[in-house]
């Protein structure tokens, strides 16, 4: 590697890293001098080595591997049932008309909220907790992709028609290729959507494998530092998710498309 691409992989870090860099100093600080006590805030030591040793026994790291199946099963269940029905659906106002009032409605109903039907129907264990998971990605990503279609040009919408295009093909040929952009804005909304489904779920139903239980488990023998090393691993899995795949599937996409600010 050349000493300039060295330098530009080294700035880079630099810019995406201080502000968590910072944070942790400030952690380090305010334990280093006695302003926290430990059982309510480890040092940033502690924890990393609990975390160490959660891995070295490879109990976290199959929860890990566990929630991320499921988070990932549960998204992509989600979205693809939510740009299902946005598209179905915006293509008909008499659909959308019917349909979106209530989207929006479940949409103000925390996702947690369902968790016992889910439990009631498909039982106290992981099945429950990826339904839950997936509802909880569908409702953002459908209203997303609702969002994105009313933002169609209508000068495109009447080419398309002029040009003999109905129904479904002109769903798949016409409005579909003009909404993506605006979708990968709604997968990443209903990503976090995700996380914040599969953990609550998986805190409650503590007998499915993941993440969930094992903060659960740090709850409730008071083991505050297995709490915040989960914590982290959660917080590192988000950076590494945006990095390596939002922001450049949204860099990909914006070259593609052609629209401006594309970097």
């Given at each position: 590697?050349?000493?300039?691409?060295?330098?530009?992989?080294?700035?880079?870090?630099?810019?995406?890293?201080w502000?968590?860099?910072?944070?942790?100093?400030?952690w380090?600080?305010?334990?280093?001098?006695?302003?926290?006590?430990?059982?309510?805030?480890?040092?940033?030591?502690?924890?990393?080595?609990?975390?160490?040793?959660?891995?070295?026994?490879?109990?976290?790291?199959?929860?890990?591997?566990?929630?991320?199946?499921?988070?990932?099963?549960?998204?992509?269940?989600?979205?693809?049932?939510?740009?299902?029905?946005?598209?179905?659906?915006?293509?008909?106002?008499?659909l959308?008309?019917?349909?979106?009032?209530?989207?929006?409605?479940?949409?103000?109903?925390?996702?947690?909220?369902?968790?016992?039907?889910?439990?009631?129907?498909?039982?106290?264990?992981?099945?429950a907790?990826?339904?839950?998971?997936?509802?909880?990605?569908?409702?953002?990503?459908?209203?997303?992709?609702?969002?994105?279609?009313?933002?169609?040009?209508?000068?495109?919408?009447?080419?398309?028609?002029?040009?003999?295009?109905?129904?479904l093909?002109?769903?798949?040929?016409?409005?579909?290729?003009?909404?993506?952009?605006?979708?990968?804005?709604?997968?990443?909304?209903?990503?976090?959507?995700?996380?914040?489904?599969?953990?609550?779920?998986?805190?409650?139903?503590?007998?499915?494998?993941?993440?969930?239980?094992?903060?659960?488990?740090?709850?409730?023998?008071?083991?505050?530092?297995?709490?915040?090393?989960?914590?982290?691993?959660?917080?590192?899995?988000g950076?590494?998710?945006?990095?390596?795949?939002f922001?450049?599937?949204?860099r990909?996409?914006?070259?593609?498309?052609?629209?401006?600010?594309?970097?």
């Amino acid at each position: 590697m050349s000493a300039d691409r060295l330098k530009s992989v080294g700035w880079e870090i630099v810019r995406k890293g201080w502000f968590l860099a910072l944070l942790v100093f400030l952690w380090w600080l305010v334990t280093a001098a006695g302003w926290a006590d430990p059982y309510k805030l480890p040092s940033p030591g502690d924890v990393l080595s609990t975390l160490g040793n959660l891995f070295t026994e490879r109990a976290l790291l199959d929860d890990l591997g566990a929630t991320l199946l499921r988070l990932v099963e549960g998204w992509a269940i989600g979205v693809t049932a939510g740009v299902l029905l946005g598209l179905i659906t915006g293509g008909s106002r008499f659909l959308e008309d019917g349909i979106r009032p209530v989207i929006a409605g479940l949409q103000a109903v925390p996702t947690i909220a369902f968790l016992p039907l889910a439990i009631l129907w498909f039982g106290f264990n992981g099945t429950a907790v990826l339904v839950i998971t997936a509802f909880g990605t569908f409702k953002p990503m459908a209203i997303s992709t609702y969002s994105a279609m009313h933002q169609v040009s209508p000068t495109l919408m009447m080419a398309g028609r002029a040009m003999g295009a109905r129904g479904l093909f002109l769903q798949r040929t016409l409005v579909f290729p003009a909404i993506v952009p605006n979708l990968v804005t709604g997968l990443k909304l209903s990503w976090s959507f995700a996380w914040r489904a599969l953990m609550a779920a998986e805190i409650v139903v503590t007998g499915a494998q993941g993440l969930g239980g094992v903060l659960e488990l740090g709850r409730e023998i008071g083991a505050i530092d297995v709490v915040i090393a989960v914590i982290l691993v959660i917080l590192v899995v988000g950076i590494v998710t945006e990095q390596l795949f939002f922001t450049r599937l949204e860099r990909w996409v914006n070259r593609r498309w052609g629209l401006t600010g594309a970097r």
